[in-house]
């Protein structure tokens, strides 16, 4: 069926799928009529060890998606929709870009894209929770019962995302990316599923 303006339904069974094998340890949808609205539905400010995305479908109505990850594990998540907009206008030059070699079907360049703004968005999650375990400082007072100093974390240090382009990321398999950054090569899985004109995708790397 062509879910062309309900995607919550169209990637149901996909979500249902990423939770049964661990990628996700749960999901939510929002929609509104307004990006603002959007935002103020998924609870505002994106929080820390979640992954958001959103996009506006042909009908105007703003669809947003967040994901948390399983323990111990970053998760990325990207919607896109096919229609006529900047990225596709120049198709063969943003395929070498992204090292997919001659390429003129637009639904394989949005898919390409998505998977790696997806695969961002996980390695960012995985630098994000490397850097709130090196900015934990550990209370030295005694505790009132004589158990274990507390661990608190610091204010001072603001995580940055880390500074990778789209065009960094490599295929290394069917199903998987990589990338070099300034803490090494990462290894990124991904799963993409269509529904209609939308295509939806995950990403899923160790912490």
């Given amino acids: 069926m062509d879910y ?26 929002a929609k509104a009529e307004s990006l603002k609205e959007l935002r103020e539905k998924l609870g505002g400010i994106r929080k820390p ?11 105007g109505i703003w669809w947003g998606l967040e994901v948390e990850p399983d323990y111990g594990t970053a998760v990325g998540v990207d919607i896109e929709l096919l229609v006529d907009r900047p990225v596709l206008q120049n198709p063969q030059w943003i395929a070498e870009r992204m090292g997919l070699g001659r390429v003129s079907n637009p639904k394989e360049i949005i898919e390409e894209w998505s998977r790696r703004e997806a695969a961002f968005k996980a390695v960012s999650m995985q630098f994000e929770e490397l850097h709130a375990q090196e900015n934990k400082v550990v209370s030295l007072a005694p505790t009132a019962d004589g158990s274990a100093p507390s661990v ?47 295509v939806l995708s995950l990403t899923w790397c160790t912490t």
Avoid: M
């Avoid at 060890?49 to 009908?59: I, M, P, Y």
């Avoid at 995302?161 to 803490?183: C, D």
């Fill in 152 to 198: 608190a974390a610091t204010k001072e240090s603001v995580f940055q995302p880390p500074r990778i382009l789209i065009s960094q990321f490599k295929r290394a398999g069917a199903n998987t990316l990589s990338v070099y950054t300034p803490r090494g090569d990462r290894s990124i899985q991904t799963r993409c599923h269509w529904s209609g004109r939308w």
């Fill in 4 to 29: 062309t303006n309900t995607p919550q339904l169209g990637f149901k069974n996909f979500l249902e799928r990423a939770e049964q094998d661990g990628w996700i340890s749960k999901y939510r949808w």
């Fill in 49 to 59: 060890n979640t992954s958001r995305t959103h996009k506006r479908g042909t009908d």
